[in-house]
């Protein structure tokens, strides 16, 4: 079966990093999608990887290893509205997107 | 304007009534979807439409149908609505050939059956 895992839950401080990992077991792979959620609004686009290494997007990270098949958002300077749930989704051999259940990321002051 | 809505946005309905959720979309896109969340769960797929011909189940179909009536649109209806299928549901288009499958969602439209 296809499967994609992430911690449930995770809490950090304001200006802090946090990393944000994913494994996942899919048949096929053509890419990896990070996708943020806040409480009770649509999830939106954050990155996507399809060739191992690290992609920066000003304060958001997101690195694929595709040997391993592992993935992991870093999150920078963390403000108060980084408050969300965080979306990992795999892009399999049937172009199907694969959700992970989420991460949701509590921020504390 | 948003590129992908959703109406209703909320909705209260009783258990047996028949409702239609609608989607409209003007990104072009030709590949729709419908997800429902439930908390803890993540989302799951309904349907998927890749062109107005095109209807597809996904992982719970079971208790839905959906109508690609153009390519701006694709409808969800729930034939006789129970209470399990309160959740908060999104659709969503994406295009392969532009934009490697990027998913861009709706709003959500909540749904409660009483």
């Known amino acids: 079966g296809q499967n994609i895992d992430q911690p449930t839950e995770m809490t950090a401080t304001e200006g802090a990093i946090v990393q944000i990992n994913c494994t996942y077991q899919t048949s096929g792979f053509n890419g990896l999608f990070w996708y943020q959620q806040h409480a009770g609004e649509a999830p939106t686009f954050l990155s996507y990887?399809?060739l191992d290494g690290l992609e920066e997007k000003g304060r958001f990270s997101s690195f694929l290893s595709r040997s391993k098949g592992y993935s992991y958002l870093l999150l920078k300077e963390l403000q108060m509205k980084d408050s969300a749930s965080y979306l990992c989704?795999?892009?399999?051999?049937?172009?199907?997107?694969?959700w992970g259940a989420g991460t949701k990321l509590i921020i504390k002051p | 304007d948003a590129d992908v809505t959703q109406t209703p946005r909320n909705r209260i309905t009783k258990t047996g009534k028949r409702i239609m959720l609608e989607c409209s979309q003007t990104k072009g896109h030709d590949r729709m979807y419908w997800y429902r969340q439930d908390p803890g769960l993540g989302l799951r797929l309904i349907y998927y439409?890749?062109?107005?011909?095109?209807?597809n189940k996904g992982e719970i179909s079971d208790g839905y149908s959906v109508s690609r009536q153009a390519q701006a649109k694709f409808s969800l209806s729930l034939e006789s609505a129970i209470p399990n299928q309160t959740a908060l549901y999104f659709c969503?288009?994406?295009?392969?050939?532009?934009?490697?499958?990027?998913?861009?969602f709706g709003p959500g439209t909540r749904l409660l059956v009483l």
């Open positions: 439409s890749f062109d107005v011909k095109d209807i």
């Open positions: 989704a795999v892009l399999d051999s049937n172009y199907q997107l694969i």
């Open positions: 990887n399809v």
């Open positions: 969503a288009t994406s295009d392969l050939r532009t934009d490697q499958e990027t998913q861009y």
